[in-house]
């Protein structure tokens, strides 16, 4: 007998609680023993996710509830995994939109539920973080309204029904005053009364679009999506169809068949049309493609995924310190690795650059690609990576230069609205609206040039103390906004080669921030901290304190020197100039200089070789 199928994916904004609730909703489920220690944000895998609080990867899952087989699949919330939910929508049937109780919708809320809403998906609103002590319940639902009006939701989409959760408490309820608040059995029920059964094609042979692709160490390349029509059985001989292609990528079998339980992948003998499953056997099929029968001949149609809008330069490293860390270090391993990171990841493009043994790597924004560098130095690659540069457009009718903007949201104490909004007006910010969002707090509004925002992120918790908050989407493309301002101090530039010496830095400390500790290794051409003025500096970090046989009158003072500034990876990455690399091993961040000799240097800045924004 065939089992009732709803596929539904959870969207949101990052930080609104979306992997919490697919705990609540384990338990209430029955998955978990009473007893059973289960860690949280159970569905956040990887290290990466666990270590930094995001959902990164698109995640499926699956329990029953009664006699209902729901495929849940956890999305990312940040703006830069946008293409992790654009692909997966097309798999599902409904949607969660969660929204917080006090901040309401996000920028990344907007985003996604464009996306739902034009491929006609009724979504269900869950109103979540109900126990906070900001909640503004009735002012959030009337934000939510709004948002769903200006998206040009239809009516049946405006008549969303509503569910208030607190996802960590595993509670959820449909009247806020008068329901008992005591279990996730109200949102449950809600799913099986709104969301359609999986959307299928009767009578017609198996069919199957790839959204999502990973390794496996034992199976290989394991492809998952919703089986559109027919069935999938162990050892079916199948084609791969790509999109717009007039021959099929290659003939196989299915050698394995996974389905979704929980948190695990199970074996299964045959899956049915409608369910979402993971296929093995298959080693050139990727995201995008159609796994078919043979007598299939015609490929599905995947959705448009939007364009990346900056991109970056991963080279080899070739410093003198290169290749004491990592094991991975030539161009070969490192364009491999990129581009297949490429073809699981549909939202970056990768392609080979014409100067040098290099690689244009492009995504959707400082994050997503720290990620992907953050997960090549813990697979042992050495790495240099250039400064961030935004992919520009041209106008096809006028040949007018076009550039990205992001709808950018800021959430700050009211003290420091007058430097904020001043800072970001500099960086050719718009000030779209302007209203309190608590005691003491405002909310801001701007459309600002995705370039205005490489590097200021930092500047933004320094101004408002660590207590600011920024969120940012993909806008539009518009017309350029003229030059904005770089970093307006210049860096302290070594010019030899070493260990730091504490004596050096003692009388270097003067001269701005340094960056090294002593005792750290040192080379000519590399920024060991950041000038006090906006020229560039050389220094010798190296240089040791002169002896002689001559006793002194008094003590040599104790040196004592400040804590240097020590960077992560993305705060690096947002720091360099044009003309400056990113040095990464698994062990080490380097700032740098692309051209390690000063006479080089100087003979490059005269040629004006480099491409300044």
């Known amino acids: 007998m065939s089992v009732n199928i709803k596929n539904l994916a959870i969207i949101a904004h990052v930080d609104h609680g979306k992997t919490t609730l697919v705990d609540a909703l384990f338990k209430q489920s029955g998955l978990f023993r009473d007893n059973q220690t289960i860690q949280t944000c159970a569905m956040d895998s990887n290290e990466l996710e666990r270590e930094r609080g995001i959902t990164i990867l698109a995640k499926c899952t699956s329990f029953n509830w009664r006699g209902t087989k729901l495929n849940i699949v956890d999305t990312p919330g940040h703006a830069d995994f946008g293409g992790e939910v654009e692909r997966i929508l097309s798999m599902v049937d409904g949607v969660l939109v969660l929204v917080d109780a006090a901040e309401g919708p996000m920028p990344q809320t907007k985003f996604v539920l464009s996306k739902a809403l034009a491929l006609n998906l009724n979504p269900i609103v869950v109103i979540n973080k109900i126990d906070k002590s900001d909640a503004r319940v009735s002012e959030v639902l009337d934000e939510v309204f709004d948002l769903f009006i200006a998206l040009g939701a239809n009516d049946t989409q405006l008549d969303f029904p509503i569910v208030y959760a607190s996802g960590r408490n595993g509670w959820s309820v449909k009247n806020l005053e008068k329901d008992e608040r005591k279990d996730m059995v109200p949102l449950l029920d809600t799913i099986l009364e709104y969301v359609p059964d999986a959307s299928i094609e009767e009578n017609a042979p198996f069919r199957m679009l790839v959204t999502m692709l990973e390794y496996d160490q034992y199976l290989g390349r394991v492809l998952t999506g919703k089986i559109l029509s027919g069935e999938a059985n162990i050892n079916d001989a199948v084609h791969a169809l790509k999109m717009g292609s ?71 490293n070739d410093s003198p310190l290169a290749g004491k860390e990592g094991k991975n270090l030539t161009s070969r391993m490192i364009g491999d690795r990129l581009f297949k990171e490429a073809e699981g990841n ?268």
Not at 298 to 308: G, W, Y
Not at 441 to 455: A, N, V, Y
Not at 488 to 503: C, E, H, M, Q, T
């Open 346 to 613: 549909v939202s970056i493009t990768v392609k080979k650059s014409p100067q040098e043994e290099s690689y244009e790597v492009a995504g959707r924004g400082e994050l997503q690609l720290g990620i992907i560098i953050e997960t090549m130095r813990r697979e042992g690659f050495e790495l240099s990576i250039g400064r961030p540069k935004v992919l520009f457009h041209k106008n096809p009718e006028t040949g007018e230069t076009l550039e990205p903007i992001e709808e950018l949201y800021v959430d700050l104490d009211d003290e420091f609205t007058g430097t904020v909004v001043d800072k970001l007006i500099q960086r050719k910010g718009e000030m779209i609206d302007m209203r309190p969002s608590g005691v003491g707090k405002t909310r801001i509004k701007f459309l600002i040039p995705t370039r205005g925002l490489i590097g200021y992120y930092g500047e933004f918790l320094t101004d408002t103390r660590g207590s600011g908050i920024m969120n940012r989407s993909f806008h539009s493309y518009a017309p350029h906004k003229g030059p904005i301002e770089e970093r307006n101090r210049g860096v302290l530039v070594s010019v030899a080669n070493g260990k730091a010496v504490p004596y050096a830095l003692f009388f270097l400390k003067d001269r701005g921030t340094l960056f090294v500790h002593p005792g750290d290794p040192v080379y000519e051409g590399m920024i060991i901290g950041e000038n006090s003025r906006e020229n560039e500096l050389e220094v010798n970090p190296t240089k040791e304190k002169q002896l002689s046989n001559c006793r002194a009158a008094g003590k040599d003072e104790n040196i004592k020197l400040p804590n240097p500034r020590e960077m992560s990876l993305e705060q690096a990455i947002a720091y360099i100039k044009n003309d400056e690399r990113v040095e990464v091993t698994p062990k080490s961040i380097r700032l740098r200089k692309k051209y390690l000799d000063s006479i080089t240097r100087k003979k490059m800045s005269r040629t004006k070789e480099e491409n300044w924004i």
């Open 246 to 316: 007039q021959n099929d990528v290659e003939h196989s079998r299915l050698t394995k068949l996974l389905a979704f339980e929980g948190l695990k992948r199970i074996p299964i003998e045959k899956a049915q049309a409608g369910d979402i499953i993971a296929i093995a056997g298959l080693e050139k099929a990727t995201v995008a493609d159609t796994i078919a029968s043979l007598e299939v001949m015609e490929p599905l149609n995947a959705l448009p995924i939007d364009p990346p809008t900056i991109s970056m330069t991963f080279s080899v």
